[in-house]
């Protein structure tokens, strides 16, 4: 069985083919991503949702790969203080090619600008997918924390290295990725996906 993963971002991409392995026997389900085409234009991701753009993801893959399983992903960091930013706009906070550390960057600024007592925050991720068929099908994950006042670790990637999940000293950075692997919003997600992918 095949599964298309509509992104273009390596940390991802990486961080789902370890969860599917994990969940789902290597032999029983091939993982392609959409570098692998010859021809793929990645459409605009101006929804206004996390559903809306991993949907707009997944239907401009659907659309070259039917028959076969794809999905999209969208995912974001909220944060209480700053009334749920960076949101869907997580990946390009600090601008449209922003790298992580610069998203980072300004994120701990924002923060201090509106010095705030609640740094409550949580990452979202919501997956699209369509199965052979083109029947869509719709998961949600949700990990709760809090963002550290200062950069803190070096796995992962994104804002890993700021957010502290709720019952742990550490941020996901200095957990590690095996660890993150068992608790991230991206894991919750995926787990409704592989027991469909089973079933299939």
Known sequence: MELWIATSNNGKLNEFKMLLNVAVMEKFLEIHAQSELPVF??????????????RIKARALKAVKPGTWVMGEDSGLMVNGLNGLPGI????YAGPKASDPENVAKLLKMMTLRPMANRKAQFVSVIVAFDPQGVEHIYEGKLEGEIAKAQRGSTGFGYDNVFVPDGEQKTLAELGL??????????????GLTADLMKS
């Open 41 to 54: 234009s990645q459409p605009p991701e101006n929804g206004d949702s996390f559903l809306a753009n991993a």
């Open 89 to 92: 706009h997580s990946a390009r």
């Open 178 to 191: 095996a660890h993150k692997n068992k608790i991230s919003h991206r894991a919750k997600a995926v787990l």
